[in-house]
C-alpha cells in the first residue's frame, strides 16, 4: 500500500492560491422596480376593480334596485304599524311608479281600479288574480261597504309583500 504524501507546492502555485478569494454572490434582488409582468397584472386588476364598481354604481341606480329597497323599508318599517288595507294601498302606489317608469308605462297612467288589478294579473309573469285586485283596489276603497268587501278577499301579508317583490323583479 502506499501512502499519499503532499508534496510542498512550488512557490509561484502557493502565491497565486494567496491570491485567491471566497466566491463572493452577487447582491440580493430587489422588489422594486417591479417587473412588466406585475405591471400589467397590476392594470388588468385595477381595470377589473373598476369595472366592478361601474356595475354596482349603475345597479343601484337602476329602478329595480330602487324599488326593491323602498319595498324593504315598507316591509321592515310601516308593515308593523299600518292595517293590510294601508299596507296595501302603500304597494298600489309603489307598482304603478315602476309600470310607469319602466318602458311604455304611460298607457297605465289613467288605468285604475279592476282594470289595473286585470292588467297585473294579466301581465306576463303577473300576480295572483286575487291579491293583484286586492292591491289595485285598495287605494280606492271608501266607507265600511268597501272595506267590509276587501276584508273578506283580503291576503297576508306576507302574500301581498311577497307577490309585490316578484312583480318588481319581474317587471322592473
Known sequence: MTSLTREPLAADVAA????????????AISWWPLAPGWWGLAAVLLIGIIC?????IRRRRSLKYKALKELDQLRRGKAFHL???ELASELCILIRRVAL?????NRFASTHSDAWGDWLAASPNGMPKSIAHYIATAPYVVGDTGTERLDREMPSLQDLVGATDKWIRRHA
Not at 366592478?52 to 354596482?56: D, I, K, M, P
Open 16 to 27: 497565486q492560491l494567496e491570491q485567491l478569494r471566497d466566491i463572493h454572490l452577487p447582491d
Open 52 to 56: 366592478v364598481a361601474g356595475l354596482e
Open 101 to 105: 317608469n319602466s318602458a311604455g308605462g
Open 83 to 85: 292595517s293590510t288595507l
